[in-house]
């Protein structure tokens, strides 16, 4: 009997996390890991009495709300760049957010015309450089082809999201040509074949395999926070760069309202929490990304890379490049 | 033909259910091909004039490289251990099999952080070199030839254990004939040994290489353009699912490619294992320099393939749990990750000895096809199977929904969705080739008189089943449930795609670790899955040994 009831409680721990939210709830599928949204989480059921269940995955999760259909329980996807949630306007799985309150915070670079979907926070891509060997204090995008770099620039798989968007903004501000020369630049500037992630890249800035890397801001201040990994970003500092004429390549994390949405109105106010003024501070300490929202203070360490002036380019602009760059980098074998 | 005429109520239930369990795994690969019927063009002519060349080329030379190693390592440790004597060949028999337990993204992971720049191999270096002169010496991890060698030291265990299956089984007769000719142990081992190990060898080499073309998350961190991740990016930023599917087709025909070859390898030498009493060859003892070569030879592979990363898994955990604690989420990951792996588990052995009873009972073309079809889950790397899940999933919850409504009830939800019924259905379909491979085999081992007795006696199908097969299937029964668990602990895509709202398992926590950047502090809940596949791994070795 006890050997039963223990295989009947396993699996209702299982089953029953999700079934048994009859209360307030909100159900929130993202593409951000759960440990880092988890803060987020907590502090909006604290303040608003709502439950968040939360499934989280690094692909496919359109394909699976749109899948599910008219039964689906999602009712916000949480992504970490545009293309997702491009994708996921495209799929046709959401509706326009309707809020007042989202017009009003959310510059309207960082939101859907059509209401669709909006910014919560911003991540720069930015250069780690080489303390030592980096003696240039500005850098543009542009140059980063410039074959004074011969050999030395490391970066992860072109395919790459983050990277993607990087892309897509050049082909946004300069054209398709334009893009492909400096894209063959780049490439003929790297030290060694695409791989790893962002971190691996300031690693190997670090070890002085290359003396520029290209990663996303959080990434850095998270080594510098983390004993093992402070050397990392002890050797390096991190540059802004810019487009020529132009600003910082930023991306998004973002929020999409289900077209099915089962409890519309807490997704609603969970959006609305989130780009208010305590959630904002808990994005910018916990996960050191720009607040969407003006005058929340940055944390020290993000603040210390220097001030951030946004390219004014619309992320939707971005957004209808990416397969384009997605082409040009397979094309000139980016990856290879 | 066997069939007894006018087959019972038993086996036409039984042939029934069997079919179902065919559709069931057939399910998804046509729901990819349904997918794939929707037109794609501009994605192909871009795939086939800048993606295919590479991603062909890579995943075959990766598939090469992969196979090549683990049958050199594979076979070669395997020829020492049960034809020689020396120095701590007991402890290597324990040892050589264990790689097995470590999930190939962990083995690259872990290799990454050791090898490379600023990692523990290049501090140690730099004490005797500049720290900017040891970077080059450092042997470049992320690369073909990196990811090669890191994929072969954690596959190769599938050719050793079934290349020292033969050589523990094979006649002594042939090989004492060729000794009596005058023949040296390398004439030996090359004319007479390894063509009676050809088949066994065929399917060690290519499970490994299924296990490569599977893999996603080492070949991708690793730099490696692969058919899979090239999938992966056609449905991501070209935003075609269409072209993925078909990508996938390509793909499920590359190891359609690689069973056929594995059949053909198979079949074209037939070895008689004398299962019964095999009469053992004395192992020849090697002194001196030779025996500490041999040792040494047996101890890299399984140094490299598991006694390093374990330690460092182990390490990295000890740190972080003395410094931080433990956190709380982990046991019920974990929890998940049991409940999960136990029901599919359970599930696949059921259907498992379906389609085999089905097959033994009515030998003719569908069952033999059904069989077939059972068997097919293991070629589908487990986002393509996700991928082509969740349609068939979404039709059958999207069913039981409107049935509720005709009936004027509210709509349940999603049931299969949101009750990890989709993940475990994942799993079983993926992992269903282990039960019914290894129950085939069980009961090829039972002679048909058996039955035939039994029945002769007035027992029905299910008496016989239940009084005389099982019994003596146990073997195969325990060692195919923990197989499939072992599987579906170390399971990753289809697990992250498919889960419930609010489900974690040990490997999508790892994963989320990683993904992050800080991989280690997911050490102990992949220092969970390495030890839980311990165990399976020694039963392996036990089951693949005779007494000796």
């Not at chain 1, 691996?200 to 926070?225: F, H, P, S």
């Amino acid at each position: 009997m006890s050997r039963f009831r223990a295989a009947a409680l396993a699996l209702a721990a299982v089953f029953v996390p999700f079934a048994a939210g009859a209360a307030e709830q909100v159900n929130v599928y993202t593409y951000r890991e759960t440990k880092l949204v988890q803060p987020l989480f907590d502090a909006f059921t604290k303040d608003t009495g709502i439950a968040v269940n939360v499934i989280s995955a690094s692909s496919g999760l359109e394909q699976r709300i749109k899948a599910e259909g008219a039964d689906s329980p999602a009712d916000v996807l949480l992504t970490v760049d545009i293309g997702r949630i491009d994708d996921a306007v495209a799929a046709g799985i959401s509706q326009p957010i309707n809020s007042a309150v989202i017009d009003e915070i959310v510059p309207a670079q960082f939101r859907d015309p059509n209401g669709q979907w909006a910014g919560i926070s911003m991540r720069a891509r930015v250069i780690y450089a080489s303390k030592d060997r980096v003696k240039q204090e500005a850098i543009t995008y542009e140059e980063l082809a410039d074959p004074k770099w011969k050999g030395k620039i490391c970066i992860r798989s072109g395919q790459h999201i983050y990277n993607n968007a990087l892309f897509a903004a050049y082909i946004a501000k300069h054209g398709e040509a334009k893009a492909e020369e400096w894209l063959r630049g780049l490439k003929a500037n790297l030290a060694q074949k695409p791989s790893g992630g962002d971190r691996e890249t300031a690693r190997d800035v670090a070890a002085g395999k290359c003396d520029l890397g290209i990663g996303n801001t959080y990434y850095w201040a998270l080594m510098l926070n983390d004993p093992d990994k402070k050397a990392w970003a002890d050797a390096t500092r991190v540059v802004l760069p810019t487009f020529e004429g132009g600003g910082t390549h930023v991306n998004l994390s973002g929020v999409v309202l289900a077209k099915h949405a089962p409890n519309k109105a807490n997704a609603v106010k969970l959006i609305e929490w989130l780009v208010g003024e305590k959630a904002q501070q808990i994005y910018a300490d916990a996960n050191y990304e720009y607040p969407i929202r003006a005058g929340v203070p940055l944390n020290p360490i993000i603040a210390g890379y220097g001030k951030l002036k946004p390219d004014p380019l619309p992320i939707a602009k971005i957004a209808a490049n990416r397969k384009a760059a997605s082409t040009l980098v397979d094309k000139v074998g980016f990856d290879n | 033909m066997r069939t007894a005429p006018g087959a019972s109520d038993t086996e036409l239930v039984v042939l029934f259910l069997a079919l179902l369990t065919a559709l069931l795994v057939a399910a998804p690969v046509i729901s990819l091909m349904l997918i794939a019927l929707q037109p794609a063009p501009e994605v192909w002519s871009h795939l086939i004039a800048y993606v295919l060349p590479r991603a062909v080329s890579d995943t075959a030379l990766l598939i090469a490289g992969v196979g090549t190693l683990t049958l050199l390592i594979g076979t070669s440790t395997a020829w020492l251990v049960s034809s020689h004597d020396f120095p701590g060949r007991t402890a290597l028999i324990w040892l050589l099999p264990l790689p097995l337990s470590v999930p190939t993204y962990l083995s690259a992971y872990v290799y990454v952080d050791l090898f490379e720049p600023l990692g523990l191999v290049h501090r140690t270096l730099s004490l005797m070199m500049p720290a900017a002169q040891a970077v080059h010496w450092l042997p470049p991890m992320r690369s073909l030839p990196g990811a090669m060698l890191l994929l072969a030291a954690v596959l190769y265990p599938y050719v050793y254990l079934s290349a020292r299956a033969v050589f523990q089984a094979q006649g002594t007769d042939a090989i004492e004939a060729a000794r009596t000719l005058g023949a040296g142990r390398f004439t030996i081992l090359h004319r007479v040994v390894l063509p009676m190990a050809r088949p066994a060898l065929a399917v060690g080499v290519a499970l490994a290489a299924l296990e490569t073309l599977n893999d996603i998350g080492a070949s991708e961190y690793l730099g490696v353009r692969t058919l899979t991740v090239s999938v992966f990016n056609t449905w991501l930023n070209r935003g075609s699912l269409a072209g993925a599917a078909q990508l996938s087709l390509v793909l499920l025909g590359f190891a359609a490619l690689l069973i056929v070859i594995e059949r053909f390898g198979r079949r074209s030498a037939s070895v008689e294992l004398s299962a019964e009493s095999p009469r053992l060859r004395s192992r020849t003892r090697l002194h001196g320099l030779k025996g500490g070569l041999a040792t040494a030879a047996c101890l890299l592979p399984p140094l490299f393939g598991f006694v390093l990363p374990a330690a460092y898994l182990l390490g990295e955990s000890l740190r972080r749990s003395l410094s931080i604690g433990i956190d709380p989420a982990l046991w019920r990951d974990a929890l998940h990750t049991v409940t999960l792996a136990a029901l599919a588990t359970l599930i696949a052995l059921g259907l498992g000895l379906i389609v085999v009873l089905a097959a033994r009972w009515r030998e003719a073309r569908t069952t033999r096809a059904a069989m077939a079809v059972a068997q097919l889950g293991y070629t589908l790397p487990g986002l393509v199977l996700a991928l082509g899940l969740l349609t068939p999933v979404l039709v059958i919850d999207g069913t039981i929904a409107n049935i509720f409504r005709s009936f004027g009830y509210s709509s349940p939800g999603l049931i299969l969705m949101s009750t990890g019924g989709a993940v475990v259905a994942a799993y079983v379909i993926r992992f269903l080739a282990v039960p019914t491979g290894l129950l085939k085999a069980g009961f090829d081992r039972i002679p048909r008189d058996y039955d035939d007795s039994a029945r002769a006696a007035g027992a029905g199908r299910l008496t016989t089943l239940w009084k005389i097969d099982l019994p003596l299937l146990r073997p195969a029964l325990v060692g195919a449930a923990i197989l499939v668990f072992v599987d579906c602990l170390k399971e990753l895509p289809a697990t992250l795609l498919l889960r419930p709202l609010n489900v974690e398992t040990l490997s999508t926590s790892i994963y989320q670790y990683a993904s992050r950047g800080s991989f280690e502090d997911g050490a102990l809940a992949a220092l969970i899955i390495v030890a839980a596949s311990i165990p399976p791994v020694i039963w392996l070795t036990r089951f693949s040994d005779l007494p000796e």
